[in-house]
């Protein structure tokens, strides 16, 4: 895609974003099933309902702002964050030293994600978008949630 407008910008990363929310969808059951602390584990189904009505919310967007239409491409940025989880799935032993590596895992993923949504409610509200800039304030405010939270389970389990 050729990016030549503030709005090719914003068509741009906002299509990046809803794949990576897409990734993110496939990803976060395995990190569930992989974890072995239970607050883990709440936290990534918790994250789970919320990624899908993320989705939900970014195809509100664009039926709410004509001139937008999401483009299909893939968040290669996500699909490596995404492998480096598996990683640790694959080759740390199931328990506390796991968790900790699938937080981590997940707070690149979150960290990504804050920054993406941040750089589209600033380009929404630069080009009037106002109901678009309201919608990903709501996932943004989410996304620092979801990494406090995680930042709070990490801090509450005990590496024996």
Known sequence: MTIKT?????IHDL????SAEKQITRALPKM???ASDEKLIAAFNQHIEETSGQIERL????EATPEVKIKRMKC???EGLVEEAQEIIDSVEKGEVRDHGLIGAAQKVEHYEIATYGT???LALKLGYTQAAKLLEQT???EKQTD?????VAESITVS
Do not use: G, M, P, Q
């Not at 503030?6 to 914003?10: E, H, R, T």
């Open 140 to 142: 943004l405010n989410e």
């Open 76 to 78: 290669h940025a996500i």
């Open 6 to 10: 503030l709005n090719d910008l914003f």
């Open 32 to 34: 569930a099933r992989a």
């Open 15 to 18: 299509s990046d974003v809803y």
């Open 120 to 122: 589209l409610h600033a």
């Open 59 to 62: 195809d509100e967007l664009v």
């Open 148 to 152: 406090e939270k995680l930042t709070s």
